[in-house]
């Protein structure tokens, strides 16, 4: 056991959830701007947490080395999630973690983390290896074509659910159809709009409020942000033995309260 006091925890924001314009940070040390920020919201993910972050930053390090940054995000999680991955930022320098005490869930989360990101482009990716990894060189290759926004598709070529079966695949459309239904302009500009791994560039987002309703975010970044050029990648969803959905009947009343929010509001 090492004997040194573990690194700090991020302080955690407080008031909205506005996402604003990185300060005037030094060029150099601790604090200085990145190009990418990506953040892991996790609850219970004690299994995957140290493998998932080795791995991300693996990926990263490789692709642009020093200039990104790791933001696990935790919700206090009783597995101690949060502490797993304190432990980990001695062998990590890109890691930072957040451990959520007072405020609860995935979206505010990950907004949580890209208020504290020095990252010009914002990502988020699940820690529990749904989403594969690998698939954040393909979408910062759209970032680095120059898109505003990068999104994994399960619906484009190179996607798919696996081994869903076809009622599966059926009913998993419904909440796409219903957004499709009520705010067609919106669910209507990406292939997968209920994906939970995506980059947007934080310019697109400078000013807006996002709202800690449902926990569909990119739908709440497509409806507030500006978001001219969308690139979309396909990824395979993984079912696996590592991961268990924690979405509840009430996030899917949620959903439904958020799409018609944001229809009314915009
Ligand atoms: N911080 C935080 N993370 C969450 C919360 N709920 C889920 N997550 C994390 O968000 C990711 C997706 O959650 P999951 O329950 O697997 O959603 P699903 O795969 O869409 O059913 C996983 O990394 C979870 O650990 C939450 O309330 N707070
Ligand atoms: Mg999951």
């Not at 699940?126 to 393909?138: C, I, R, V």
């Not at 709009?193 to 309703?213: A, D, E, H, Q």
């Not at 990648?233 to 979405?247: H, I, L, P, R, T």
């Not at 509840?248 to 958020?258: E, M, N, V």
Request: hydrophobic fraction near 40%; include cysteine; glycine fraction near 10%.
């Amino acid at each position: 056991m090492s004997l040194s006091q573990p690194h700090p925890l991020l302080p955690v924001p407080s008031g909205s959830l506005e996402i604003r314009e990185l300060p005037i940070l030094s060029q150099a040390g601790d604090d200085r701007p990145l190009r990418f920020s990506l953040i892991i919201p996790t609850y219970q993910e004690a299994k995957n947490v140290k493998k998932l972050v080795h791995k991300c930053n693996k990926l990263l390090k490789r692709e642009i080395p020093g200039e990104y940054e790791i933001i696990v995000v935790d919700d206090n999680s009783p597995d101690g999630t949060w502490e797993i991955a304190q432990n980990l930022m001695s062998e990590y320098p890109q890691l930072r973690v957040m451990r959520l005490v007072e405020e609860r869930g995935l979206y505010t989360a990950v907004i949580r983390g890209w208020q504290v990101a020095r990252g010009e482009v914002l990502g988020v990716i699940d820690g529990d290896f749904q989403h594969p990894p690998e698939a954040l060189l393909k979408l910062w290759g759209e970032i680095k074509r120059g898109g505003d926004m990068a999104v994994a598709s399960r619906h484009v070529a190179g996607g798919s659910v696996s081994d869903w079966s076809i009622v599966r695949r059926f009913l998993s459309r419904g909440p796409q159809t219903v957004g499709l239904i009520l705010l067609p302009g919106v669910v209507g500009r990406v292939s997968d709009p209920m994906s939970g791994y995506f980059m947007v560039r934080r310019k697109c987002l400078i000013g807006c409020t996002m709202s800690p309703l449902g926990y569909k975010i990119l739908i709440e970044v497509l409806a507030r942000g500006r978001v001219p050029w969308i690139g979309e990648v396909g990824y395979q969803f993984k079912e696996c033995a590592n991961s268990e959905s924690k979405v509840t009947a009430k996030q899917y009343i949620d959903y439904l309260r958020h799409l018609l929010r944001l229809r009314l509001s915009l």
